[in-house]
C-alpha cells in the first residue's frame, strides 16, 4: 500500500474552511489565497508532499538528496521570500516520454523540484474549493476517492440495468485543454490575481525536450502556447479535472440523465456512460460537446457495448 502523508491539523482547518464555504456558496468568489501559499507549515507539507512522490529532476538538475545535504530550511525561506516578493518564475519543464500499455509512448512533463513544491503549495490551497463542485460522477485525481470506486459504480449501474455502454477516450486531453477557457472556469471561483498569474505562468511553462538522437535540447510551448497541462505536473490532475467537469455539469444541467436514460462515470480524461438503450444518442451528444470544448474523441479507442449484461456478475 502506497504511503500516505496525515496533513497537519492547521493546513486540514483551513482547508475546512474553504471548503464549506465554497459548498454554501455556490457564487463566492474567493479574493485572498495568494498568501496562504507561502505559509510555513503549507510550504513545508508541500515539500514532504513532492518527497514522497519522489521522480526525478527537471532541468535544472537539482535532487531531492542536494536539497536536504545543502539544508532544507534555507531553501524553504529562499522559496518563501520569492513567493512572497512576487519575484517567483517557473523553471521549463522537461519532457520524456514513457512507454503505454497498451503500445507506444506518453509525453511526460517534469518540474524542478521546486516548482513541484510550489505547485503542491498551491494545490493544498485551491483544492477544496474546486472540490466543492466537482461533479460526484468523477473519480480520478481526488480526495478519498479511486480507481477501484469508480469500477464499483460502474458494475453496481450495469446490476441496474444500464447496460449500454459508451467506452470513451479523449485524444491527448491533457495537451489540448484550452487555456483561456480553463481559467475560465479557474476564475469563476478565484478573483485572487496574484494566484491566477501563478496558475498562468505554469500553463505557460517553455518545455524543454532533447534529441535522443544527438543530445541536443530544444525550447517550444512558452507565452504563445495555448494548449495543454503538462501530464506529470502537481497541479495538472486538478485542472485537468476542472475543465472536465464543464462537460459534467453541462451533462446535467440539460437533463442528459433523465433523457438518455443513463449515468455518467468518468475518471480523469476516460469516461463511460451506462445508458438503458440511448447510448448511441449519448454518444453522438458527447462529440458534439467535447468538439464545443475544443477536445476530441480518439475514435479508435471509443466503443459502443450494446449489452454489457455479462459483466454484471
Known amino acids: 500500500m502506497a504511503k500516505r502523508l496525515q496533513t497537519p491539523e492547521s493546513i486540514r482547518r483551513l482547508q475546512r474552511k474553504l471548503y464549506l464555504k465554497a459548498k454554501a456558496e455556490p457564487d463566492c468568489r474567493f479574493h485572498q489565497l495568494y498568501d496562504k501559499v507561502w505559509r510555513d507549515d503549507i510550504l513545508l507539507h508541500a515539500w514532504e508532499l513532492a518527497l514522497l512522490n519522489g521522480g526525478a529532476p527537471g532541468v535544472d538538475g537539482v535532487t531531492f538528496e542536494q536539497i536536504d545535504t545543502e539544508g532544507l530550511e534555507d531553501w524553504l525561506t529562499a522559496l518563501q521570500k520569492e513567493l512572497r516578493e512576487k519575484t517567483y518564475r517557473p523553471m521549463p519543464v522537461r519532457r520524456v516520454s514513457i512507454p503505454k500499455p497498451g503500445g507506444g509512448e506518453r509525453p511526460l512533463g517534469i518540474p524542478t523540484i521546486r516548482d513541484r513544491v510550489v505547485q503542491a503549495a498551491a494545490k493544498l490551497v485551491i483544492e477544496p474549493i474546486f472540490e466543492a463542485d466537482f461533479d460526484d460522477s468523477a473519480f480520478g485525481y481526488r480526495p478519498r476517492r479511486s480507481a477501484g470506486d469508480a469500477i464499483r459504480k460502474v458494475h453496481g449501474l450495469l446490476c441496474q440495468g444500464f447496460t ?134 480518439n475514435e479508435e479507442k471509443t466503443s459502443l457495448c450494446r449489452d454489457c449484461a455479462e459483466f454484471c456478475a
Not at 478565484?190 to 532533447?210: G, Y
Not at 444541467?253 to 480524461?269: G, K, L, M
Not at 451506462?274 to 467535447?290: I, M
Open 164 to 297: 449500454e455502454v459508451v467506452d470513451a477516450d479523449l485524444s491527448r486531453y491533457f495537451d489540448t485543454i484550452p487555456h483561456g477557457p480553463l481559467m475560465q472556469s479557474v476564475a469563476r471561483r478565484i478573483v485572487d490575481r496574484h494566484m491566477l498569474r501563478l496558475l498562468k505562468m505554469w500553463l505557460q511553462a517553455p518545455v524543454e525536450i532533447k534529441d535522443t538522437t544527438t543530445g541536443k535540447r530544444r525550447m517550444t510551448g512558452g507565452k504563445k502556447h495555448k494548449l495543454g497541462t503538462p501530464q506529470g505536473g502537481v497541479i495538472s490532475p486538478l485542472l485537468a479535472n476542472l475543465y472536465m467537469n464543464r462537460m459534467l455539469k453541462h451533462w446535467r444541467s440539460t437533463d442528459r440523465p433523465r433523457r438518455f436514460c443513463a449515468e455518467i462515470v468518468a475518471y480523469a480524461d476516460d469516461f463511460v456512460i451506462l445508458s438503458r438503450g440511448r447510448a448511441r444518442d449519448a454518444l453522438e451528444w458527447t462529440r458534439k460537446v467535447t468538439s464545443k470544448l475544443g477536445l476530441a474523441l
